[in-house]
C-alpha cells in the first residue's frame, strides 16, 4: 500500500512538474493557456460498485465500447476492475476540463475513452458535454490514464482560445482607435 | 417512510459523507460534504432502486445530486402523478 502511495505521489509529482515546466514556457512564448483536471479512483469502490449494482452500474456510466475493451481484459485472463476505474477517473479529468455549471447535466456516457491501435487513450464527447466544449472553444482533449492494483488515476488536458482571441480582438480594437 | 428520511438513509448507506446523513440540512452541499462524483453514482443507483424511477440524463447535474432538497425535487417530479 505504501508503494501504491509512492507510485501515485510520483505520477502527481511528473505531472505538476511538466504543467509548471509548460506554464512557464507559455509565459515566454505567449501560448494559449491550458485547462487541466485531474482524478483519482479507489479501483475497491469500482468493484463494490460492480458487486451492488451490477450491469445497471456498468451500462449506466460506460459506453458500449469502453465495457468491450474491458470485457477483452477480462476474457484475456486479466482484472478488469482496475481498467474500469481508470475510464470513470478519466470522465471526471475531462469533467473538470469542460468545467460544467451547477445546473449543466453531463452524463458519464457523454464522455467516452476510446483506445487507439498504439494503446494511447483520446476523448470522445457526445450531446452536452460536446457542447460544453464547443461552447468554450477547446478543439480536442488529451487525456492520460494510469493505474494500479489499488488506485486508478487520469489527467485531461485542453488548449484553451481565448488568449489567442483576445490577442486578436486587442490587434483589431488597436486599429479601430488607432489612426 | 417519508422522502427526505429515505433519502438520507441512501445517503448514509452509499454518499460516504463526512458528517452524519441523518442529520445533514437539506441545502447542506453533498459534495462539500465529502461526497465523490463516484458515490454519487450509487447515490442515484440506490435512489433509482427505491423510488422506481429511473433519472434521465438532463437531471444529471451537480444542482440535482447536490443537496437532500434537489434530490427530493427530482424525485416529486419523476413521481408525479403515480
Known amino acids: ?179 | 417512510m417519508p422522502m427526505n428520511e429515505a433519502i438520507r438513509d441512501i445517503l448514509k448507506g452509499h454518499a460516504r459523507l463526512r458528517a452524519d446523513a441523518s442529520s445533514i440540512a437539506e441545502d447542506t452541499d453533498l459534495y462539500k460534504a465529502g461526497m465523490t462524483s463516484h458515490a454519487s453514482v450509487n447515490v442515484m443507483l440506490a435512489l433509482e432502486s427505491r423510488f422506481d424511477v429511473e433519472f434521465p440524463d438532463r437531471m444529471l447535474s451537480r444542482e440535482v445530486f447536490g443537496t437532500v432538497a434537489g434530490i427530493r425535487a427530482a424525485i416529486e417530479e419523476l413521481t408525479a402523478g403515480r
Open chain 1, 1 to 179: 500500500m505504501i508503494a501504491d502511495y509512492d507510485r501515485l505521489a510520483n505520477i502527481l509529482r511528473a505531472y505538476y512538474t511538466a504543467r509548471v515546466s509548460f506554464e512557464r514556457r507559455r509565459h515566454y512564448s505567449n501560448l494559449a493557456p491550458l485547462r487541466s483536471g485531474t482524478d483519482i479512483v479507489d479501483v475497491r469502490n469500482v468493484a463494490d460498485s460492480i458487486r451492488t449494482f451490477g450491469e445497471r452500474y456498468l451500462r449506466r456510466v460506460f459506453t458500449r465500447d469502453e465495457l468491450k475493451y474491458c470485457a477483452s481484459i477480462a476474457n484475456e485472463g486479466g482484472d478488469s476492475v482496475p481498467h474500469l476505474a481508470a475510464r470513470f477517473a478519466a470522465k471526471e479529468s475531462v469533467m473538470k476540463v469542460l468545467r460544467p455549471g451547477p445546473s449543466d447535466a453531463i452524463a458519464w456516457k457523454s464522455i467516452e475513452i476510446i483506445r487507439g491501435p498504439s494503446g494511447s487513450c483520446a476523448v470522445r464527447l457526445h450531446g452536452h458535454a460536446r457542447a460544453l466544449a464547443r461552447r468554450a472553444g477547446l478543439s480536442g482533449i488529451a487525456v492520460s490514464l494510469s493505474h494500479e492494483q489499488r488506485y486508478a488515476v487520469a489527467v485531461a488536458i485542453a488548449v484553451e482560445p481565448s488568449s489567442m482571441k483576445a490577442g486578436v480582438c486587442d490587434r483589431a480594437t488597436r486599429r479601430s482607435t488607432c489612426p
